[in-house]
């Protein structure tokens, strides 16, 4: 057993051994390649460590770049908020805090007017109209908000014609703290009616109608003062109630005249193609202006009832009361009007009246009607505009352009208007003058067509043919017909912002 227990340790020595020199040498070099490798990936190990590090670094200072981007965004944008707006809606300047609380707006309307007249009796009549041009308005001027709960216009006007000139248009002070009422101090055009009412840069004509145009000249008009005016208004109605002065530029007199002043509208109904508005409308003179002192009755407190044409280049009355020794003048007048998509119509009665001074005379009356319609050719609407019961000129679809094809819109309009200033005036052709009391102040019927040009919503062209028929008797023997027909051609060009 000893002997075979030998003999095996021997045998495994042996084949240890022999192992041992059969070993492969290249195991060195992979054990230096894997001892390598372990260094190597130590080393990456290490970079991307060292890389991660590095990325956080740069992206935190990617997130601190983003913040102070954002913050500088913000307070640019802060800045930007807080500057002056500025723009030019329909090429009006207009220029504006951010909060909306302060506004200044340029407004300009400039009416640019030619005609001609041809009389059939100027002998007869003692009367020669000039044929001529004028700048029949030239205002500037601007309106705007200051502290958001008020509204204020400056507006001058520089044109004129006949015996009118250079004075203010509008100059007010208003406060729109309350949703639907407004007061109004200042010298602007007391709301007396739609007509009245009305922006000149809207008018359909040249001028306005002969009754409407004799109704506001009494006691508004534009650069009327007024101590106060009180406006509400909503979708469907509108008021004002007004306490009037004399106008900016009259003559100095003793005692001023004071009269109130009110129009109220309804608008019974309305849809996407049609408005209709109906109104009424009324002026008491309590105070006519007295020329000098005057004690108990006596005194010298004149009104003249009086019209000029239909177109004004010259400013010639035609008809007239002449002046009149009076206390008081009451006027009152009501108009319906309304559009049904591309056509318009309006109309409207008024009726004249006053109370001698110290007289026993009877108190004469007088009375003028209209009525105007419009047909737009190119199939836009006059806009109905609810904060002043009045319709606004149509805007064209597509304003004219010699590269786009547009045309602007085209409007056709005619017009028939009475105005009489009679009172008891007699017959004519009589050798007895007026009754007693009676008047001849004349009688003047209007017959007007127009074609109205809106180029863009800021240009407009109008062409007026106006036929005038005034019949008045001589207030001296024989007492005859001193009046005339009279055909007017007349042109506008107008610009408005």
Do not use: C
Request: charged share 20%; proline share 3%.
């Amino acid at each position: 057993m000893k002997t075979f227990s030998a003999f095996l340790l021997a045998g495994v020595a042996t084949i240890a051994l022999a192992g041992s020199a059969l070993a492969d040498p290249r195991d060195d070099k992979i054990k230096a390649l894997e001892a390598k490798l372990d260094a190597l990936a130590g080393e990456l190990k290490e970079l991307k460590a060292d890389k991660a590090t590095e990325s956080q670094k740069v992206e935190a200072q990617i997130i601190d770049l983003k913040r102070n981007a954002t913050a500088q965004y913000v307070d640019v944008q802060k800045q930007r908020d807080e500057d002056v707006k500025v723009t030019l809606a329909n090429g009006r300047p207009t220029f504006a805090s951010a909060d909306g609380k302060f506004s200044a707006s340029l407004r300009s309307l400039v009416q640019y007017d030619t005609a001609y007249y041809s009389q059939d009796n100027r002998a007869r009549s003692g009367t020669d109209l000039s044929s001529s041009s004028v700048f029949r308005r030239a205002r500037v001027g601007v309106e705007g908000k200051v502290f958001g709960d008020w509204s204020y216009s400056f507006i001058y006007d520089l044109g004129g014609s006949g015996a009118e000139g250079s004075t203010v248009s509008n100059f007010y002070v208003q406060y729109d703290g309350f949703k639907n009422v407004k007061f109004r101090t200042g010298a602007y055009a007391t709301p007396g009616g739609i007509e009245d009412q009305t922006s000149a840069g809207d008018l359909i004509f040249l001028e306005r109608a002969a009754a409407p145009d004799l109704a506001r000249s009494i006691a508004g008009a534009d650069g009327r003062k007024n101590f106060l005016s009180v406006f509400s208004s909503g979708d469907n109605y509108y008021a004002a109630l007004s306490w009037s002065g004399a106008k900016a530029g009259d003559a100095a007199v003793f005692d001023g005249q004071q009269a109130a002043v009110g129009f109220v509208a309804f608008r019974p109904y309305s849809d996407p193609d049609s408005n209709i508005v109906v109104s009424a409308n009324g002026t008491y003179v309590f105070k006519v202006a007295d020329t000098a002192a005057s004690l108990g009755a006596t005194g010298t407190s004149p009104i003249n009832y009086q019209a000029r044409l239909e177109s004004v280049v010259d400013g010639t009355r035609l008809i007239g009361t002449g002046n009149i020794n009076a206390t008081k003048a009451k006027i009152w007048g009501t108009e319906v009007a309304g559009n049904w998509k591309n056509l318009y119509a309006q109309a409207g009665y008024f009726g004249f009246s006053l109370d001698r001074r110290a007289s026993t005379l009877p108190n004469p009356n007088f009375d003028g009607w209209y009525v105007q319609g419009t047909w737009i050719l190119t199939g836009e609407t006059r806009r109905y505009n609810t904060a002043s019961a009045t319709y606004g000129s149509p805007r064209p679809d597509k304003p004219f352009s010699l590269k786009n094809g547009g045309i602007g819109a085209w409007e056709l309009a005619a017009r028939y208007s009475v105005l009489d200033l009679n009172y008891n005036p007699g017959v004519l052709g009589s050798t007895v003058p007026a009754a007693l009391g009676g008047i001849r102040g004349g009688k003047q019927k209007t017959a007007t067509a127009g074609l109205n040009w809106y180029p863009n919503n800021a240009v407009r062209f109008l062409f007026n043919y106006e036929r005038a028929d005034i019949h008045r008797l001589a207030t001296v023997a024989p007492f005859g017909e001193i009046g005339q027909s009279v055909d007017v051609l007349t042109a506008r060009a107008q610009l408005q912002f």
